[in-house]
């Protein structure tokens, strides 16, 4: 005879239509089944070393596929299209784990145990409150900065004020000799890169992204700069300072 906790719901049913003593479970026709709809509803479904979850864990966990740190990967591409947001592909932005994770198990419909940070991720957070600064040069290096990453340093100067001595001093960077076209701005980026694939790619991305979220009739460039070690000029390890070189694959 099967135990109670075989059966768990029919505990909650009136002690008539319960297992009775010396009754099998095959003459237990409720016990079976209900049995089918526990294995449904709690994920309960008696296979050893085969993890299942039930529609109840789904319905408690239902918050967390609208939440990006803890969505299913396979699912960001959705969440991404709510707000009008087209991903960037490749492991630099998805993650590593991301990544694997879609490889392995393109259908994986259980959401992250624990918040995780991606370019990605990051970006369908924030896109909402950067689409409210849209047109504006604080958007505009808030929505590079997600893509270049927190240790990229982006400076954003429109040449609005006159060149003053000891202020602007890099020709170019903040500096512009002779007269500069219409509504003009330039982008600046220390960009540490350990590769050079990486370094192009990231490079089309903030390009294109300073395509889209400049206002039409503006005109701007972009000067990436790659930092060395130099003392005085650039400090932090991995941050603004690049020790090794750059690879090139």
Known sequence: MSSQNDYSYVQYLPRVFQQKAGESDEQFFLGRFLKAFEAMLSGKTGAAGKESVGIEALLDGMHQYFDPGTAPAQFLPWLAGWVGLELAEGVEYDG????????????????????????????????????????????????LQVYAGEEAAIQIHDYEEPVRCGIGQRVGINT???????????????????????????????QEVIRKEKPFYTNSSLNIEVPKMCLGVYGRVGMETLLGGMTED
Do not use: W
Not at 112 to 133: D, G
Not at 185 to 205: D, E, G, M, T, W
């Open 96 to 143: 590593e784990q991301d990544n694997r994770d879609c490889a392995l198990a393109p259908m994986q419909i259980l959401p992250l145990p624990a918040a995780r940070s991606t370019v990605n991720r990051n970006l369908i957070s924030s896109i909402v409150q950067l689409y409210k600064k849209r047109g504006t040069l604080d958007g505009l290096a808030e929505y």
């Open 176 to 206: 512009m000799v002779g007269a500069a076209e219409p509504s003009y701005f330039s982008v600046h980026v220390i960009l540490p890169a350990y590769s050079r694939s990486i370094l192009q790619n990231k490079v089309q991305i903030l």
